[in-house]
């Protein structure tokens, strides 16, 4: 799908034979000769694409602007790139290179980290350990929590688990478990 669009000076827009107009492209008051015009590409008001010329795909030519016969030009704003002319053998022979070097490139992968095993860990003798977690639903803005106290034997003094409602999101739900576990410390009266 390509629109046609006139309007500024002249009113007309001029598409000689054998043009290719790709795709989405856009098309003001502006004369083609025969070539090619790239998907996505824009070209404003008195703009002029001689014969043998190329746009590349998603450029915009601004107004009054005329890409000389045999350029290739593209970007937005769409300037001049590479030689003044392109042959047809030229251009399949630059396009294979570039393909064969888009071939060759390696994806770039973050090298994945060495992960190590956490296990729990008791407290120092005469303390306590609380352990919380917490869980939210961004579709409700509810949340839970989890404590678990145990002391330096791993014993379990004391558990609990909690409900919020009109969580704002994952990190106050983790703060609220935070708090929920020091209050039940308090409450069994676990100072250490």
């Known amino acids: 799908m390509s629109l046609l669009y006139v309007t500024g000076l002249p009113a007309e827009t001029l598409v000689d034979r054998y043009v290719t107009v790709g795709t ?10 025969p ?10 008001e008195g703009s002029l694409v001689e014969t043998n010329s190329i746009l590349g795909a998603g450029s915009v030519l601004p107004p009054r602007r005329q890409i000389p016969t045999g350029d290739l030009w593209a ?10 002319v392109w042959e047809p053998g030229a251009s399949a022979r630059c396009i294979a290179s570039m393909l064969e070097e888009l071939a060759s490139l390696k994806v770039m992968t973050k090298p994945m980290q060495q992960r190590y095993a956490m296990q729990w860990q008791k407290p120092n003798e005469g303390w306590i350990k609380i352990n919380t977690d917490a869980a939210f639903d961004t579709g409700t803005c509810t949340g ?16 609990a688990a909690r409900w919020f409602d009109d969580i704002p999101d994952v990190l106050t739900a983790e703060v609220m478990a935070a708090k929920e576990g020091l209050e039940l410390a308090v409450e069994c009266g676990l100072f250490r």
Not at 24 to 33: G, K
Not at 147 to 155: A, F, G, M, P, T
């Open 35 to 44: 070539e090619c015009i790239g998907q996505h590409s824009i070209l404003m």
């Open 75 to 84: 970007g937005n704003p769409a300037r001049c790139h590479g030689r003044k």
């Open 24 to 33: 989405y492209s856009l098309l003001r008051s502006s004369t083609i000769e």
């Open 144 to 159: 839970n929590a989890g404590v678990v106290i145990r002391n330096h034997d791993s014993l379990v003094q004391a558990a």
